[in-house]
């Protein structure tokens, strides 16, 4: 019998998934991703949970794929200055294809989940997928014309970083001002709380005083708002607004046919979905795409990384062989 292996780096968690060569996950394990050690450290973390999911792994796996939070250098197939990994830097196709002497493709971790959405998701049988993950950051992936987009570091399409707001109240984990991740994003959304809740007029209520003391978590604050607490309405709808502002910038720039949300915020949250996308018209200029919450669940880039190894881009395999 012979597998792929799937893998999803993220910044906490990393998740490796044995599949048939059919495409159909039989397993999936988890580690803790490493915040510090050699700059080798996660690959070795990869490798000890394959070696989990099969007993003989240099017989039985033909391929891996994995699928990391960036930026990369996918000459290398690094990671170099991830900024919500502590270790920032690390290493990854060569220490894996080392030990494990196998063809390793790494890619962006949205990159790796649009691939699974073309392939097997929302976006099989279209030509023009994009996929937008909301959770501790915010990224995309890009399918147009049945092209994988990758540029030239495997980096395109940091959609996060797109500007939505020119007032100066909020400070991307990047230093610039203004972007999308910057306010939307999990890791930004305590800050957004307390800036918003700075300039509240409104009733005194529990979220509002949680959000003062800055440590509003994006699940306390949807709990705050299903008991209709009135501040959390309100972060939510703005919070829906600038994610409608951002998936419009995304659809006037790609004009995709279908563009699947996933990531945890999204998966968690699918009324909130329905809210982003009854707001992102009035913002498009593009003919409006399908909007849907991944089919992938949460493991969209996981599928999507075995997706990369099955079914290789081209234009990935010109970067990092065959
Ligand atoms: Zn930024």
């Known amino acids: 019998m012979r ?3 799937g893998v999803d780096i993220g910044a906490t968690k990393t998740r490796v998934g044995l599949f048939k060569l059919d495409g159909e996950l039989l ?7 490493p915040q510090e050690g ?6 070795h973390t990869v490798i000890s949970q394959i ?4 007993s003989d792994p240099y017989r039985e796996i033909a391929a891996i794929g994995v699928g990391t939070v960036g930026p990369i250098d996918i000459r290398r197939g690094d990671v170099v200055g991830a900024p919500n990994v502590r270790l920032k830097t690390f290493r990854l196709k060569a220490p894996i294809e080392e030990v494990m002497r196998v063809k390793t493709y790494v890619v962006n971790d949205c990159v790796a989940a649009v691939w699974g959405e073309y392939i097997v998701g929302a976006g099989r049988g279209f030509s023009n997928v994009v996929y937008v993950t909301l959770s501790t950051g915010i990224g995309c992936g890009v399918v147009v014309d049945d092209h994988l987009l990758l540029g030239k570091d495997g980096n395109a399409h940091e959609v996060g970083h797109v500007v939505i707001d020119c007032s100066g109240r909020f400070v991307c984990g990047c230093g610039s001002i203004g972007h999308w991740e910057g306010i939307a994003s999990g890791a930004n959304i305590p800050r957004t709380a307390a800036t918003l809740a700075r300039e509240w007029g409104g009733p005194d209520t529990e979220a509002y005083r949680k959000a003062l003391e800055g440590s509003m978590t994006s699940e306390e604050l949807f709990q705050y708002r299903s008991r209709s607490d009135v501040f959390a309405d309100y972060l939510v709808n703005f919070l829906a607004e600038i994610n409608a502002a951002g998936v419009a910038s995304v659809v006037n720039i790609y004009d995709p046919e279908i563009l699947s949300l996933g990531g945890s915020i999204a998966l968690r949250n699918p009324g909130f979905i329905e809210v982003i996308a009854r707001k992102t018209p009035k913002y498009t200029v593009n003919r409006m795409p399908k909007i849907v919450l991944t089919p992938l669940g949460e493991n969209a880039v996981l599928i999507g990384a075995a997706a990369i190894a099955l079914n290789t881009p081209l234009n990935l395999v010109k970067l990092q062989g065959s």
Do not use: G, I, W
């Open 3 to 5: 597998y792929v292996v």
């Open 27 to 33: 397993k999936v394990v988890t580690a803790t991703t």
């Open 38 to 43: 050699s700059d080798e450290v996660v690959a």
């Open 51 to 54: 070696f989990k999911l099969v």
